[in-house]
């Protein structure tokens, strides 16, 4: 072993910081520079049409299911919300979440200018999804835990005992913490993320989102309009948050009037696609 090594390994841990806050620094002064690029507006109205569409659904849901499950589900067979019971934790946010977060430090902490050409492509596509997962998984956690403690709705396991609507509003019992389902919003934020950003992979994404969604219906923890309504808001949130990555340039070309297109340019592996 050389006996520079430890005064080397020393002067890099040293330098960790200041690397850290240069990297943030010049993250911010990219944004900031996007942000001050005009950019076409687009009309509302397509956004409206799906926002009426997920809320009839929900509407829907409530109606005609919510009562047929709270009555209902507590007699599926035990093997079946084994299953479910297995695959609803995959909903919860860590398993995206954390992965995203570690990247990140990761990326704070690199020396961008030491990596070659092609790996520096690849690092910056993956830090891009990285950061786009983290935002939109913040922004629906906070909008779905708002309504979760502000409306207050009895979840299932209380039908007999409060029905299929009881509200207590601002209440921080997790037993009045139906609405909506957080393990399905988490599920809405991925599906969309997946579509928009590996649309070769959106069918069996669906399935996967759309049966985890629905576990938190076989195992008593959620109405169906619970699981609907959660899933069209982390849809919605990532959109939202895909829309201005499109603004700033990342990941998606300039937003238009439909779902954010991914850029022709954008690589995340060395291949060709």
Known sequence: MSVTSPSFSTASLLALPRRSVGNFR?????????????????????????????????????LYLDRIAGADTRFLPGSFVGIADFFTNFGLGGWYLVPA?????????TDWRSLSRRTLVIFYGWTCVASLVLAGMALSALVANVLKYGIGRARPQLFDEFGVLSLHPFTTQARFASFPSGHATTMGV??????????????????????????RIFVGAHYPSDTVAGFGLGFACAVLMA?????????????????????KAFRLTFGNR
């Open 26 to 62: 010049q993250t911010f002064r990219i944004v900031m520079a996007r942000l001050a690029v005009p950019r076409e507006v687009h009309a509302p109205a397509q956004w409206l049409i799906w926002a009426g569409v997920w809320l009839l659904a929900a509407i829907a849901a409530f």
């Open 101 to 109: 977060a570690l990247w990140l430090v990761i990326a704070n902490l």
């Open 190 to 215: 991925m599906f969309c993320i997946v579509l928009t950003v590996f649309p070769r992979q959106k069918y069996i994404a669906l399935a996967f989102a759309v049966w985890v969604a629905l576990t």
């Open 243 to 263: 829309l201005v990555f499109a603004r700033l340039g990342f990941i998606f070309s300039a937003p238009g009037p439909g779902l954010p297109k991914r850029k």
